[in-house]
């Protein structure tokens, strides 16, 4: 019997930081950006203010700070990154919108704006936005600068559509799930290239799990007022499942397969 080749690690490329872009994760994205939605606004409502805006901003450092520090591709601390991203998110939102007065109008301008000077610079750095290139760190950094970004601008689109626009949630989730649509056809009829494809779908994903959420958390009169913490642990139970479900999967090698043992 022939001994298995031996294997020269430093040919291989490097790993990959972020998960391969599957309908499971945008299942986990979606009840991540719910998640995030229904328990920041219960964190607010039953905890002072301050204090809840704090500890979520410590959360958030600790969970990207672990994010940065792995050396690979880890499920439970991506997503949890992904998590308190989705929580602060909603709370940098709602300062911008209730505490400073900022119109939702014009904070969804200045968030995209944001978005747009964040992929400008990511790319005059890279010469690329594909997530399938996060294998540095300062990919990663703009990585999840942008994925912040994105989850302030969702919230703030999502708020817009529900109150400003008078749709209120549930109509508003509908419009979102019709909107998420629209790159995957332009992509399949080859209209839109894969990236910007992505990146459409991963802003709004954010206002369609939150409206979601909302609708099924508010107390409004469109809502169904299951309230937020109900809401928030009856996200967090599958959401966490199918988090387990992809850490129990045989580990990645980047975006390559692993490099078969010879017989």
């Known amino acids: 019997m ?3 080749a031996p294997v020269d690690i430093s040919t291989r490329p490097p790993a990959s930081k972020v998960p391969e872009i599957t309908a499971l994760f945008w299942v986990i994205k979606v009840l991540s950006t719910g998640m995030g939605e229904t328990f920041s606004d219960f964190l607010v409502f039953h905890a002072p203010q301050m204090l809840a805006v704090g500890l979520a901003g410590l959360a958030l450092i600790a969970a990207l700070a672990a994010q940065l520090r792995s050396r690979g ?6 997503w949890t990154a992904v998590v308190m991203v989705s929580i ?3 709370m940098v939102a709602d300062v911008v919108d209730f505490v400073v007065g900022i119109p939702l109008a014009l904070s969804t301008i200045l968030f995209a704006t944001l978005l747009a000077v964040v992929f400008g610079l990511w790319y005059a750095s890279e010469k690329t936005l594909s997530v399938h290139s996060i294998t540095t760190p300062r990919r990663e950094a703009f990585y999840w600068a942008t994925v ?6 969702g919230t703030v689109a999502g708020d817009l559509t529900a109150g400003t626009l008078h749709l209120g949630y549930f109509p508003s989730a509908v419009l979102f799930a ?17 990236i910007p494809t992505f990146w459409f779908a991963y802003i709004v994903t954010r206002p369609l799990g939150a409206s979601t959420t909302d609708w099924l958390a508010s107390t409004h009169a469109d809502g169904l007022g299951w309230g937020t913490g109900w809401v928030s642990l009856g996200v967090t139970i599958p959401m966490v499942a199918l988090i387990a479900l992809v850490a129990l999967r045989p580990n990645r090698f980047g975006e390559q397969p692993q490099i ?3 017989r």
């Open 2 to 4: 022939i001994n298995p």
């Open 88 to 90: 602060c998110g909603t």
């Open 178 to 194: 019709v909107v998420i649509a629209i790159p995957a056809l332009a992509h399949r009829w080859s209209a839109l290239g894969p």
């Open 260 to 262: 078969s043992a010879a």
């Open 73 to 78: 591709y880890n499920p439970w601390l991506y």
């Open 148 to 153: 912040m970004t994105t989850f302030a601008l």
